[in-house]
C-alpha cells in the first residue's frame, strides 16, 4: 500500500498537482493518471462499460489518438449507448458479452416497474443497474422496502473466459499483452471477472475494481489471489480497491 501510496504522490508531482490540494485515495483524478499518460499507446480494457459516461470517459476522449481500448458491456441498451459514446473513436473496440467462468447464467436488471417507481418518487434511475448476482440488486430493494420479484427481471447470458471472448470478436490478443489498465464494474461479480481474465497473459499493470458488492470471505480471498500473483493493493472510496503489479 505504501509503495502505491508513493507512485501516485509521484505521478500528481508530474502532471502539476499539489498533494495538500487533492486527497490522494479519494479523488478521482489519481485514478485517471495512474495508467501511464505519457504512454504512446496507453493499452486499457473495461469489463462492465455501461453507457461510456464514467470516470474513464474524459482520459478515452482527451487521449483518444494514444489508446488502444476494448470496453465490454453485456447490456444491450447500455452496449447501444456506449457505442454512441465513442462513435469514430479509433483503436476502440466494444463488445456486447460477459466475462467470467465459461457457461449460460441468469443475468438480473432493474426493470421498467423500477423506472417508474423512481419517476413517481423523483428519484434518479439508472438503466445500467444489473448483475449476475441477484443478491446484490435484491438488498438494494429490500433496504428502500420494495419487493425485488417486482423490480427485478432477467435474461439468460452465455459468459466466458476474456481470451476467449475477445479470441470470438477478432480482437488479436498479442496486442493487448502487458495493458496498463484493466477496469472492472460487474456488480459483485469483479473476484470472478478477474480470476478468469487470464493475467498471467495480459499482465495488467493496474486492475481497478469495485469491491463493495462482495462479501469478507470474497473479498479476501480476492486479495490473497492478487497478492500471490505479484500484486499489491490498495483500497480506497470505500467502494474501489486498486491492485498494482510490482515490477
Known sequence: MRKIKSLIKKILSKYGFNRGKINIVKYEIMYLLLFGLQSNNTKIIQIGANDGNDLLNKFNN????????IGIEPQRTQF?????????????????????????????????????????????????????????LSQRLIKNNLNPEKYISKFNLNVFPLEELLKDNNIELDNFRDIDLLQIDAEGYDDEVIYNSN???????????????????????????????????????????LAARKV
Open 62 to 69: 482527451d487521449f483518444k489518438d494514444k489508446i488502444s481500448y
Open 199 to 241: 493475467i498471467d497473459f495480459f499482465k495488467p499493470k493496474y486492475i481497478n475494481f469495485e469491491y463493495k458488492n462482495l462479501t469478507k470471505e470474497k473479498l479476501e480471498s480476492l486479495i490473497k489471489f492478487l497478492n500471490e500473483n505479484s500484486y499489491e493493493c490498495l483500497i480506497y472510496q470505500h467502494n474501489d480497491c
Open 80 to 136: 447501444e449507448k456506449i457505442k454512441k459514446t465513442y462513435q469514430g473513436f479509433k483503436n476502440f473496440s466494444l463488445i456486447q458479452g460477459c466475462v467470467g467462468k465459461k457457461g449460460k447464467f441468469e443475468f438480473y436488471y432493474l426493470n421498467s416497474n423500477y423506472k417508474e417507481y423512481c419517476k413517481k418518487k423523483n428519484l434518479k434511475f439508472n438503466d445500467g443497474s444489473s448483475s449476475l448476482v441477484k443478491e446484490n
